[in-house]
């Protein structure tokens, strides 16, 4: 069992930036690739980033390359998402998740899952 707390989360200005951690406690967290999803409603969950469980590989999803940056501490057993120049479609619900298997984009890779951080970026 892994449990993941995300936090950070906050309204920004367009333009702005955010970080966001995810703690993660239980099992090993460096054995893990990690994501970060997001959902604004009514859309559906919608991949962000993945880490692999060393760090040395990511995978970004094209709408968010270039401004987020993805990395991970495994002594601290924490995982973060930098975010620059936000745009008000970044905005919605911030999630962390965990996979034993390698990293992925689809949702149900994924073994656990954080409650969630709101991130709304508005003028």
């Known amino acids: 069992q892994v449990r993941l707390v995300e936090s950070g989360g906050g309204l920004v200005q367009p333009g702005g930036s955010l970080r966001l951690s995810c703690a993660a406690s239980?099992?090993?967290?460096?054995?893990?690739?990690m994501g970060w999803f997001r959902q604004a409603p009514p859309k559906e969950r919608e991949f962000v980033v993945a880490?692999?469980?060393?760090?040395?590989?990511?995978y970004y999803a094209d709408s968010v390359k270039g401004r987020f940056t993805i990395s991970r501490d495994n002594a601290k057993n924490t995982m973060y998402l930098q975010m620059n120049s936000l745009k008000p479609e970044d905005t919605g619900v911030y999630y962390c998740?965990?996979?034993?298997?390698?990293?992925?984009?689809?949702?149900?890779?994924?073994?656990?899952w954080g409650q969630g951080t709101q991130v709304t970026v508005s003028s």
């Open positions: 880490i692999s469980w060393s760090g040395h590989s990511t």
């Open positions: 998740a965990a996979a034993y298997n390698e990293y992925d984009k689809l949702p149900t890779k994924y073994d656990y």
């Open positions: 239980g099992r090993a967290f460096s054995a893990y690739a």
